[in-house]
């Protein structure tokens, strides 16, 4: 037997290049075994093995997830002394920077398996990881608001929310799996509805700010918000609505007040006279990638 440290561990999306700057990565290969009890089976249960599946998620460094969900990736390659691939489906990710902290830009994507099952080998190579480590402070990072007016319905102008502390952005697209006579007993999924969400964290010890019409962010308020991954690279959320606004006030330990405000993407805004439903550029990574697949 072998003992060795997830030091040596790779993964690759399309079998060859390794995934930059992975801090873990977990795979679990199931089988959703079928219990039965019978006149002739004993008083124990019998088993019969089931449809196969695997899920699993990987931790990374960086200013956006390097796996779009939605997106199949025919060649999931984990390395860890020996080979384990399976094709999979992107199905989430989150993303956060800490400010407050200066912590480095992270998140997780979470994935399931798309057919075949895993097929593990004690041969094979691990995935090339040379480029330069994809790690960014907090530290200058930022938020940016513009709400919706109730009275012209345009728009206010993108300005910094003040004294931010942490923010994170969530991405995700519902899967629907199945195993059919085609699938050799193996889960396969398609890729359904996506949806967005982020949520800001900022000191601020009065309610009027999230009250005033320039910087209103009242639950059911309609806006665009832009998450700084550096002084100038930012994540566009194009129109979000807020959901929550929670206030933060611990009079025992005096810790300094504020809020965490909740946004829900939207891809359609009621923008301009007559309160047209106006389409959306989209929710975007710094790189100008789309979040969600079309």
């Not at 003992?3 to 930059?20: F, K, Q, W, Y």
Request: aromatic residues 10%; glycine residues 12%; proline residues 4%.
């Amino acid at each position: 037997m072998t003992v060795a440290s997830g030091r040596v561990a790779r993964i690759s999306l399309d079998g060859t290049n390794g995934v930059s700057t992975v801090r873990n990565f977990n795979i679990n290969d199931a089988s959703g075994n079928q219990s039965y009890y019978s006149t002739n089976s004993g008083t124990l249960n019998g088993i019969m093995p089931g449809v196969r599946d695997c899920a699993g998620s990987f931790g990374y460094y960086g200013k956006q997830p390097p796996a779009v969900p939605g997106a199949g990736y025919a060649s999931f390659y984990g390395w860890n002394g020996e080979s384990i691939t399976q094709p999979i489906i992107a199905e989430s990710f989150s993303h956060s920077c800490d400010i407050n902290g200066g912590g480095i830009l992270s998140g997780t994507v979470n994935f399931k398996g798309n057919g075949t099952g895993i097929v593990r080998a004690a041969s094979g190579s691990a995935p090339t990881d040379s480029s330069v480590p994809l790690v960014f402070s907090g530290i200058g990072c930022k938020a940016q608001w513009a709400a919706r007016t109730n009275t012209s319905n345009t728009l206010q102008t993108l300005a910094d929310i003040p004294d931010v502390q942490q923010w994170t952005v969530n991405g995700s697209y519902d899967l629907k799996e199945y195993n059919s006579s085609d699938t050799s007993g193996v889960k396969k999924r398609v890729q359904a509805n996506g949806k967005a969400d982020a949520s800001v964290t900022f000191l601020q010890s009065s309610g009027a700010y999230i009250n005033a019409t320039a910087t209103k962010m009242i639950p059911g308020t309609y806006g665009s918000l832009r998450l700084y991954t550096s002084a100038s690279d930012f994540w566009a959320l194009v129109y979000v609505c807020v959901k929550s606004a929670d206030a933060n006030y611990d009079v025992e330990s005096g810790d300094l007040m504020g809020y965490t405000v909740g946004f829900d993407y939207t891809n359609y805004c009621p923008i301009g006279a007559g309160l047209t439903q106006t389409l959306g550029t989209g929710a975007v990574f710094p790189d100008t990638s789309t979040i969600l697949r079309s």
